[in-house]
């Protein structure tokens, strides 16, 4: 791709507006379309862009596939660490208004677990923050899950069987 300076150009001035609409999706899929899964794939596309514009040593420069690996564990434990945390919150029984008589146990991303009486407007209540933050894990695991089958394909030998082309060519 060195021999196309416009491509180069062009996708340098365009990557950071793919990563700004996939933060949009991420962040505003809880009030409209949109959300982790599709957040994960526009932020990965970028990446698969920049590797097939300046090729694979550059782009696992930029993301190393042990980060990646790093990335798609964290994101499958904020997953997952959300239900678990929703299960030990469990949920608040009221008999009044204000008046809390007990806890039960809550089910696995049950958000409701979540509900707080602190930082009244400035952190979200229960089933806002749950979707909120399991989104985030999903988001997360889907960028980095999509960015590691890009280096897989774009790694491998088109000729693992041991043979070249020049070998399979003397043959026929």
Known sequence: MDSFPIIRVVT???IPYILLFGFYVQFHGDFG???GFQAGVILASALILYGLVFGLPAVKTVAPPKLIEKLIALGVLIYAGTGVVTML????????EHELTSRTVA?????GALDHHFLPG???HGQHLGIFV???GVGITVTAVMTMIFYCF???????N?????????KA
Do not use: W
């Not at 919150?89 to 009044?96: D, I, L, N, R, S």
């Not at 041991?162 to 003397?170: D, I, K, L, P, W």
């Open 12 to 14: 340098k001035l365009i």
């Open 33 to 35: 379309p949109g959300g």
């Open 89 to 96: 919150a469990g949920k608040a029984t009221h008999t009044g």
């Open 107 to 111: 089910n696995f991303l049950d958000y």
């Open 122 to 124: 400035f952190l979200p």
């Open 134 to 136: 399991v989104e985030f």
């Open 154 to 160: 774009a790694g491998r030998n088109p000729h693992a």
């Open 162 to 170: 041991g043979q070249s082309n020049q070998q399979s060519e003397a």
